[in-house]
């Protein structure tokens, strides 16, 4: 199993945090008893202590259901911030975030690019529509992170054999929430027609022949 | 069914033109159905808006103006929107899958309690389920999603359907919306923006885009000759954003703009998946690469192998005398 590149860029953001202003990082997932391998990862990268829920259909839930289980972990909990990724790479959702942070009453901004900590308040920098937004929250808070964050550091051999003494709390989630959407298959997408090839050694020929071809046969070119 | 509700983005004092497509989708299938379609415009410049929502079928206009939703923040979006929701109960909400939608419909379906269908492609009310098609895994794959609730939110990958112009009733409804009391504990600070070129990138019929073959400053210069000589927008891939050539906001991608011209031009872009995935459904790809197995020419119409920086000037020219 692999971890999720966006959720790699959260990890990292929490440790370039801690390192700079303290504190605890806890991982969270919900999957399958083979992503203890995902989570061993994350530990290695460096975070502290972790919590897997345990569920071996975790794939088949949707984004409601997952956010539901995450929150009733969650409640009661103390935390600065959650960081989540911005969204699975597989299905590219994105909702998780934002729907956990709805349920828990936090306030948050999805997309971050960029996190700092300013007089105890978070100035997120967000990928918006027409530039980048800076956004502060305050704390307790919630941020999804785009993998435009930051690297995520390679786990060094260190981090990998302190990984292994790392607590991780496992506990089966005994009942799943009721999905509100199925994934019912898949289609192919269309296919394109096969290339036309133009050999451009000569420029000049190459260009002129592309052009007739943009208006006579594409017309897409007037 | 009684009513669709579709929020409309605007950009710029203008509806955003993926919007107008998601309003058209929803026109047709209220047609079809026999329901109503509202919409909510929240904007400094809402009122001057509402003539143009009718123009492509709005019946009703929830119209609340207010500059302060031109800056973007979730949470007044999310409350506004979760109002309506509770004051129409309509049979589906649509919007344009924009960055400002993403942020927003995490809170939007826990409030309102409705299930989302998150960036599709095509989508469609069929009997008692809301049914939508979207790609995943770097949009190799379509899926086929569907959801039986009473009430069900899409948003709406740009370009998946055409802009319209049909009438609907256009009846105004002047809605009060307390945006203090809604906008919570998070602030924004400071919107920077980030235009490139003369024509925005998700709006634009013609994209010019460069990858990492667009070396330096001259190349730069070349590209962006043929596009303004093709009144197109700009586009980039991650590593040329990441190069600092191009700002993020011209990144064409899966985690950067979604696109779907009449006439994509890639320029010197390998065609990584990543970013296939946000262009692969413009319909004609005109690809130019020095390397022949590049992947890009797989998803290309017409490919070029040769020197970027000796094809584009000729290019500009060709098109400039055609």
């Known amino acids: 199993m692999v971890l999720n590149a966006y959720d790699a860029s959260a990890v990292e953001e929490a440790l370039v945090l801690r390192d700079q202003f303290g504190g605890h990082i806890n991982l969270l997932l919900v999957g399958p008893q083979s992503a203890a391998e995902t989570i061993r990862k994350a530990l290695a990268m460096?975070?502290?202590?972790?919590?897997?829920?345990?569920?071996?259909?975790?794939?088949?839930l949707d984004s409601g259901a997952i956010s539901e289980i995450l929150a009733a972990e969650l409640s009661g909990a103390e935390y600065d911030v959650v960081l989540c990724g911005k969204q699975a790479q597989d299905t590219d959702a994105g909702l998780t975030g934002g729907m956990l942070a709805e349920r828990l009453g936090l306030p948050y901004t999805t997309n971050a690019v960029g996190l700092e900590i300013d007089g105890g308040q978070i100035v997120v920098t967000r990928q918006g529509d027409s530039g980048r937004e800076t956004i502060l929250l305050p704390t307790p808070c919630l941020v999804t992170c785009s993998n435009d964050m930051n690297d995520p550091r390679i786990p060094s051999l260190k981090g990998i054999m302190a990984s292994k003494k790392k607590p991780?709390?496992?506990?089966?989630?005994?009942?799943?929430?009721?999905?509100?959407?199925?994934?019912?298959?898949?289609?192919?997408?269309?296919?394109?027609?096969?290339?036309?090839?133009?050999?451009?050694?000569?420029?000049?020929?190459?260009?002129?022949?592309?052009?007739?071809?943009?208006?006579n046969t594409s017309k897409v070119l007037q | 069914m009684s009513s669709i509700l579709v929020y409309l983005s605007t950009s710029d004092d203008k509806i955003r033109r993926s919007s107008l497509e998601v309003l058209s989708r929803c026109r047709e299938i209220a047609d079809r159905?026999?329901?109503?379609?509202?919409?909510?415009?929240?904007?400094?410049?809402?009122?001057?808006?509402?003539?143009?929502?009718?123009?492509?079928?709005?019946?009703?206009?929830?119209?609340?103006?207010?500059?302060?939703?031109?800056?973007?923040?979730?949470?007044?979006?999310?409350?506004?929107?979760?109002?309506?929701?509770s004051v129409e109960s309509p049979r589906l909400v649509a919007m344009a899958g924009t960055e400002g939608a993403k942020d927003v419909v995490g809170s939007l379906s826990v409030k309102a309690g409705l299930p989302v269908l998150p960036d599709v492609s095509s989508f469609d009310v069929a009997g008692n389920e809301v049914v939508a098609v979207r790609p995943v895994m770097a949009a190799k794959k379509l899926a086929r999603v569907r959801s039986a609730a009473p009430s069900v939110i899409v948003t709406v990958r740009s370009g998946s359907y055409a802009a319209v112009a049909k009438e609907g009733r256009g009846e105004r409804v002047d809605y009060s919306f307390d945006y203090a009391e809604s906008v919570g504990t998070a602030v924004l600070r400071d919107v920077a923006s980030a235009k490139v070129g003369a024509v925005d990138?998700?709006?634009?019929?013609?994209?010019?885009?460069?990858?990492?073959?667009?070396?330096?400053?001259d190349g730069k210069a070349l590209l962006e000759k043929l596009a303004s000589t093709l009144g197109a927008a700009i586009g980039a891939t991650r590593a040329v954003v990441e190069n600092g050539?191009?700002?993020?906001?011209?990144?064409?991608?899966?985690?950067g703009k979604v696109v779907s011209p009449e006439l994509y031009i890639a320029v010197g872009i390998s065609g990584a998946i990543q970013h296939v995935a946000g262009m692969a459904n413009s319909r004609v790809i005109v690809a130019i690469n020095k390397d022949e197995d590049a992947p890009i020419f797989q998803y290309a119409t017409y490919g070029i192998v040769g020197d970027l920086y000796r094809i584009l000037p000729a290019l500009t020219e060709a098109i400039e005398q055609s």
Not at chain 2, 54 to 59: I, R
């Open chain 1, 46 to 60: 460096g975070a502290d202590s972790a919590t897997h829920l345990v569920y071996e259909a975790s794939s088949d």
């Open chain 2, 33 to 85: 159905d026999g329901a109503d379609v509202a919409v909510v415009l929240a904007s400094g410049s809402a009122s001057g808006l509402v003539g143009e929502a009718a123009s492509y079928g709005a019946d009703r206009v929830y119209a609340v103006v207010n500059p302060e939703f031109d800056g973007h923040l979730n949470a007044p979006l999310a409350a506004l929107l979760s109002q309506i929701v």
């Open chain 2, 201 to 217: 990138l998700s709006e634009a019929s013609v994209v010019v885009s460069a990858g990492r073959g667009v070396k330096d400053a």
């Open chain 1, 168 to 215: 991780i709390s496992s506990r089966p989630v005994e009942s799943a929430p009721d999905n509100a959407t199925t994934m019912v298959g898949f289609v192919e997408p269309p296919q394109r027609p096969a290339v036309t090839m133009i050999d451009g050694t000569d420029e000049a020929e190459a260009v002129e022949r592309l052009v007739r071809e943009l208006k």
């Open chain 2, 245 to 255: 050539l191009y700002p993020a906001t011209a990144q064409i991608g899966q985690t």
